[in-house]
């Protein structure tokens, strides 16, 4: 499975986030791309970037509307150190995960919610925020559906197409329990659905106008769309993004025993159909 490349062309700006700040730059494609790298001391952070080209790469496969992704390489002269604050080890030369900008895309906010059946059909995909909900169980994304109290993290994008809105995942950096777990995450009976979009008021706000028939047949065919083989994705993507990145070892082992587990998937399945209740 290709990986795309690019190379910086342009600094913009570092954007002021709780996680990795990505920075805005300019590539030699002349698209934007959000580009992250190594922000703490801990070298087994660049096992993040490797975790958001499999979410990507798994989003597609699955069906889930997804940015473009990249490898983009930090050129010479790219660097505005006045304007980083963040990402104070990134350097010529350095290798990003990069998520391409989506045209005139907004992002979800964290007190959103649709108020009303008009505002549910100008979604273009309600039904996939059923199949994301899904997904980040079977990943366990620890940062979808984060509650900090004043809200949501939602890490979803709305996607202009006419007069509706796609919904877009993005943002998939901490699945597999997140940096707590890097090296350590291992399939269990144990289903982690705290922090995730299936209990958020988003997502309750959509289900609500999906008819139950609807939303069941959404789960049975998602969930068997989990049990297919991805044993070729996940080595193919890790073989690849191994020459940029210093990965924690056996990682595509230890992530297809976690996403091939059926024990987890069968228990996703039933959280799944509660949340549509």
């Known amino acids: 499975m290709h990986i795309e490349k690019k190379y910086t ?68 002269n790219t660097l505005n150190k006045k304007e980083i604050k963040q990402n104070k080890r990134l350097r010529v030369g350095n290798v990003c995960f990069g998520s391409k900008e989506v045209e005139n895309a907004t992002e979800v906010q964290s007190l959103a919610q649709i108020k009303s059946k008009i505002e549910f059909k100008k979604l273009s995909n309600p039904t996939d925020i059923i199949k994301i909900a899904i997904f980040d169980l079977w990943i366990n994304n620890s940062d979808r559906g984060r509650n900090f109290g004043e809200g949501f993290n939602y890490n979803l994008l709305l996607e202009p197409q006419g007069n509706k809105y796609q919904l877009l995942a993005f943002d998939n950096a901490f699945i597999f329990g997140g940096l707590n777990q890097i090296g350590i995450f291992t399939p269990s009976n144990y289903i982690d659905i705290s922090n995730k979009i299936h209990l958020s008021p988003y997502y309750k706000s959509i289900v609500k106008h999906i ?52 024990t987890r998937i069968d228990e996703i399945e039933k959280i799944i159909i509660q949340s549509g209740k």
């Open 211 to 262: 008819t139950l028939k609807e939303f069941k047949e959404v789960v049975n065919n998602f969930i068997t769309l989990l049990r297919e083989n991805y044993d070729t994705i996940v080595s193919n993507i890790i073989k690849e993004v191994g020459v940029y990145w210093e990965l924690t070892p056996n990682l595509d082992k230890r992530i297809l025993d976690f996403i091939s587990s059926k």
């Open 9 to 76: 062309e342009l600094f913009l700006r570092e954007t002021q986030t709780d996680g990795h700040a990505p920075i805005a730059f300019v590539c030699d494609d002349l698209n934007i791309y959000y580009c992250k790298y190594l922000n703490s001391l801990k070298k087994e952070e660049l096992t993040c970037l490797a975790y958001e080209v499999v979410a990507n790469k798994l989003l597609i496969e699955l069906g889930i509307p997804t940015p473009e992704i990249a490898v983009v390489t930090v050129t010479e």
